[in-house]
């Protein structure tokens, strides 16, 4: 489950006393006030991760072709160094959810997700896999968010793949700014099976048909 | 018209309804329960030949006296003809009627992804389940009028359903190597297997003496 | 570390007389104590429905002995998107988009199989330009499905360059889809009675360039696989299929073509004035993996002969049909002319509709036969919107082809049924 702000807030506080106590086993890093020292090593670590995100293309439909074609010789993704495709989720450090994701393969993406080691982000490319796109319907899930939490999302249907390539490079930025003294970024939170991600009021609220959308009968 | 509606007019008489024309292309009425015999006529007769099975579907209308139309739409490569062949299935009866996988092997899919959209059974098809929604899917048949386009449970009950479905009980009987011993099975364990569970390893047995 | 011998006692029964490997079913002594060993000679291996060589959500149950499979059972609807649910609740034209995205690989060709059978019901007949055009279309549909099909399989056996210069192809003809439909891969380029626009300057240009340049670079994928010891070995007597099993598994396309059945939509029920056009159908013997491999190469060359002759014949004259009650009138009329206005609300507002009857047509896809079937109940949405899909139909026949072979054939049988799991699943 997420933080609330006030949780958060606490967890970055710089005082030691304020924060709940760490359980046993926990590395002295966390309880480091940010300094130079750890400043230089965010950068430095956070300057790796992000020229060698390895992604791991859950392509299921036509955006799985825009991304192939992102990575085919014209827009070429080697060029942030993202040309080898981690097809097991073990060696991948970024999930590309390109496509559409129905019922059926929301638990196959919550495995994959997963079963990736940290340090991992989302992508969640294109407008079915933010929100449902176009297909509104008992089959879809309106948005991998209800599944698996999302770094950036790439709008678009398909996403050009210029624009794929802006949100990696937004999806870049997000990971400069990171810091390795705070552990709760990194934290991995499992989903208990039969369980949600998010608020089941969360989910009916962001999977709304709005606009004209509410009569079942009218297309948009 | 086709004149191999009148061959079957011929051939099978009173079973064979209604049979028009539109936009360019035959359509005649099978009785449902005669359905295979016909189609299976048609498919071996010197003259008919219809040796190609080009879809199997379904249609159910949106005025709710009509009923369910089986559609068979059949072809002769040799002769260039097709044919649409149907059969109605009134809704205050099971939705049962006999499979054709005998005559074609590519009417299995068809069929079951029949089944799995409408809920109609096929007699004798050899592994009838749920093709394109998953297998323990509660919530009915999306093709049907009465199922609205969004399903029947809010999207949290329908993604909590979802993250449910075990991701790998979803083997048939036939699949397993066991399907032959089928018969040798003890009871649960083949009321699990319908089920579409994997099994359970079984608590150990609570030593008398305790 | 002590160093240790295990003896295994090896329970494989082996091969029958014919070389295949037996199935053993569990005996019923076995079964009291606790859950059955499911293939304690055999092993259960789970291919997908994440995977990089299943072409999509594809999950393929595969039974093995060794290396060998016994059984394979597909799994599918991994992308079901209800398609046909959708459909039933929007109007003709609010169809064409999704129609983009069954065959996404070959997008104009599903906007105008749809269209045509639309068309049909509704009783419309076409300009000529606009015939021309759709054919140019379905012929630019068929070359990048092929191209897809062809640089994945080369992948899957193990090829990775070809996939580099089909993708380079594609984006030609991407280029050309952009210009006229505004899309690269979603291009929903038919109406019901039309098209979306008519092609812009440079776009005859452009297509020839592809007509020049396609053929250079399956020159090259042909010098780098054809003749190749690695490929031919990988692909000839591999997933054989005859001709009488392709018929009764409703296969199509290049499918049913490469096991020797001359059966093609466009020369058997021809659509779109195909039988004035002269190309051939190329048609294999032996039906397996490298049969359809040249059966597909050969008909990309046929494709780029028809979009020639295509090029050279397109008339002038309107692309759409001069029926106000179909087409959208233009803007200056629409704003000027009290009729154009009315005949513009009834459209957006109503939609066309279609007198009751129902309609099924065919064309011939890159896959094979795609068929829409509709039905329509005299209202402007549809009563049932039914896709014939050809990858659903092929992918079938999966389980037999595969049997007996080992588990790199496997993948390389997949990746010639050519399968589009949007297609598949819809």
């Known amino acids: 489950m997420g933080l609330t702000p006030a949780e958060t807030a606490l967890k970055q506080a710089p005082d030691s006393a304020l924060r709940p106590a760490q359980p046993a086993g926990r590395s002295v890093v966390s309880q480091v006030s940010p300094n130079w020292l750890t400043t230089r090593l965010d950068f430095l670590v956070n300057w790796a991760r992000s020229n060698s995100l390895w992604p791991m293309p859950f392509g299921t439909a036509c955006c799985a072709i825009e991304f192939m074609a992102t990575a085919a010789g014209r827009f070429d993704l080697s060029r942030f160094g993202m040309e080898r495709m981690a097809f097991s989720p073990r060696q991948a450090d970024?999930?590309?959810?390109?496509?559409?994701?129905?019922?059926k393969l929301a638990p196959i993406i919550r495995r994959i997700y997963d079963q990736m080691p940290q340090p991992k982000w989302v992508i969640s490319m294109g407008a079915c896999a933010s929100s449902g796109g176009i297909f509104d319907n008992y089959a879809m899930v309106q948005g991998i968010d209800t599944v698996v939490p999302v770094d950036v999302y790439v709008p678009g249907c398909p996403p050009r793949p210029e624009g794929l390539l802006y949100g990696i490079l937004l999806l870049q930025k997000k990971v400069r700014g990171e810091t390795l003294a705070d552990r709760s970024i990194r934290e991995e939170h499992p989903v208990a099976p039969g369980s949600l991600r998010i608020p089941a009021r969360l989910i009916d609220e962001l999977s709304e048909p709005f606009g004209n959308s509410i009569h079942q009968t009218r297309s948009a | 018209m086709n004149p191999s509606v009148e061959a079957l007019r011929r051939e099978f008489g009173d079973a064979i309804g209604v049979a028009f024309t539109s936009c360019g292309q035959s359509i005649v009425y099978v009785d449902r329960h005669r359905v295979r015999d016909a189609l299976g006529w048609l498919k071996v007769t010197p003259g008919q030949s219809y040796d190609y099975l080009v879809d199997v579907t379904a249609?159910?209308?949106?005025?709710?006296?009509?009923?369910?139309?089986?559609?068979?739409?059949?072809?002769?490569?040799?002769?260039?003809?097709?044919?649409?062949?149907?059969?109605?299935?009134?809704?205050?009866?099971?939705?049962?009627?006999?499979?054709?996988?005998?005559?074609?092997?590519?009417?299995?899919?068809?069929?079951?992804?029949?089944?799995?959209?409408?809920?109609?059974?096929?007699?004798?098809?050899?592994?009838?389940?749920?093709?394109?929604?998953?297998?323990?899917?509660?919530?009915?048949?999306?093709?049907?009028?009465?199922?609205?386009?969004?399903?029947?449970?809010?999207?949290?009950?329908?993604?909590?359903?979802?993250?449910?479905?075990?991701?790998?009980?979803?083997?048939?009987?036939?699949?397993?190597?066991?399907?032959?011993?089928?018969?040798?099975?003890?009871?649960?364990?083949?009321?699990?297997l319908a089920r579409g569970a994997r099994g359970a390893i079984p608590d150990p047995p609570v030593p008398d003496d305790e | 570390m002590s160093k240790r011998t295990v003896e295994f006692d090896l329970a494989t029964p082996g091969v029958d007389p014919a070389g295949r490997a037996v199935r053993v079913p569990l005996g019923a002594a076995a079964v009291e104590e606790r859950e059955p060993d499911i293939g304690v000679e055999h092993m259960l291996l789970n291919v997908g429905p994440q995977h990089p060589a299943t072409h999509g959500v594809l999950r393929l149950?595969?039974?093995?002995?060794?290396?060998?499979?016994?059984?394979?059972?597909?799994?599918?609807?991994?992308?079901?998107?209800?398609?046909?649910?959708?459909?039933?609740?929007?109007?003709?034209?609010?169809?064409?988009?999704?129609?983009?995205?069954?065959?996404?690989?070959?997008?104009?060709?599903?906007?105008?199989?749809?269209?045509?059978?639309?068309?049909?019901?509704?009783?419309?007949?076409?300009?000529?330009?606009?015939?021309?055009?759709?054919?140019?279309?379905c012929e630019m549909s068929r070359i990048i499905s092929h191209l897809v099909w062809l640089g994945t399989t080369a992948i899957d056996i193990g090829a990775f360059t070809p996939f580099l210069w089909t993708f380079y192809e594609r984006e030609r003809i991407y280029d050309l889809q952009e210009a006229w439909t505004g899309a690269r891969l979603t291009t929903s380029l038919t109406r019901v009675g039309g098209l979306l626009a008519d092609i812009p300057d440079g776009f005859e240009d452009g297509l020839r360039a592809c007509c020049t340049s396609i053929p250079k670079a399956l020159e090259e994928v042909d010098r780098l696989l054809t003749r190749n010891g690695i490929w031919c070995a990988r692909t000839q007597g591999i997933g054989v299929l005859t001709a009488e099993e392709a018929i009764n598994f409703s296969?199509?396309?290049?499918?049913?073509?490469?096991?020797?059945?001359?059966?093609?939509?466009?020369?058997?029920?021809?659509?779109?004035?195909?039988?004035?056009?002269?190309?051939?159908?190329?048609?294999?013997?032996?039906?397996?993996?490298?049969?359809?491999?040249?059966?597909?190469?050969?008909?990309?060359?046929?494709?780029?002969?028809?979009l020639e002759q295509a090029l050279a014949r397109l008339p002038d004259g309107p692309i759409n049909v001069d029926d106000p009650r179909v087409i959208?009138?233009?803007?200056?009329?629409?704003?000027?002319?009290?009729?154009?206005?009315?005949?513009?609300?009834?459209?957006?507002?109503?939609?066309?509709?279609?007198?009751?009857?129902?309609?099924?047509?065919?064309?011939?896809?890159?896959?094979?036969?795609?068929?829409?079937?509709?039905?329509?109940?005299g209202t402007a949405k549809p009563v049932r919107w039914r896709i014939r899909p050809p990858s659903f139909i092929n992918l079938a026949a999966l389980p037999k082809m595969a049997e007996g072979h080992l588990l790199s054939d496997l993948i390389a049988i997949n990746a010639s049924v050519d399968i589009v799991m949007g297609e598949v699943d819809r």
């Open chain 3, 251 to 306: 296969l199509a396309g290049p499918m049913l073509r490469a096991s020797g059945v001359p059966y093609d939509v466009r020369k058997d029920l021809p659509y779109l004035d195909y039988e004035t056009y002269d190309f051939d159908v190329p048609v294999g013997e032996h039906g397996d993996v490298y049969d359809r491999y040249l059966v597909r190469m050969e008909e990309m060359r046929q494709s780029v002969r028809i």
């Open chain 3, 328 to 377: 959208l009138p233009s803007k200056t009329a629409a704003m000027n002319d009290m009729e154009a206005m009315i005949f513009h609300f009834k459209q957006v507002m109503e939609g066309v509709a279609a007198p009751v009857g129902e309609a099924y047509v065919a064309i011939e896809n890159g896959k094979g036969e795609q068929g829409n079937y509709l039905v329509s109940d």
């Open chain 3, 61 to 137: 149950v595969v039974e093995l002995d060794g290396e060998i499979v016994v059984r394979v059972i597909p799994h599918l609807g991994y992308l079901h998107s209800g398609f046909e649910k959708l459909g039933e609740y929007r109007h003709y034209n609010q169809i064409i988009p999704l129609t983009d995205r069954t065959d996404y690989l070959s997008p104009m060709a599903n906007n105008v199989g749809f269209a045509l059978a639309a068309e049909r019901l509704m009783g419309i007949e076409l300009t000529e330009r606009c015939k021309v055009l759709r054919l140019i279309a």
């Open chain 1, 94 to 103: 970024v999930l590309i959810c390109a496509g559409r994701l129905p019922f």
């Open chain 2, 59 to 192: 249609v159910e209308y949106r005025d709710p006296e009509r009923p369910i139309e089986v559609v068979y739409i059949v072809r002769s490569l040799a002769r260039r003809a097709e044919l649409r062949v149907k059969a109605e299935l009134a809704k205050d009866e099971p939705l049962e009627i006999d499979s054709v996988v005998s005559l074609w092997r590519g009417a299995d899919w068809l069929e079951r992804e029949v089944y799995d959209m409408f809920g109609i059974t096929f007699r004798d098809h050899p592994d009838l389940r749920r093709i394109l929604m998953w297998e323990t899917y509660a919530e009915g048949y999306p093709l049907r009028k009465d199922f609205p386009l969004r399903g029947r449970f809010s999207r949290a009950e329908q993604v909590r359903q979802a993250m449910s479905a075990s991701t790998e009980a979803q083997y048939s009987l036939e699949e397993l190597s066991i399907y032959e011993a089928y018969h040798d099975l003890p009871m649960d364990m083949r009321e699990r």
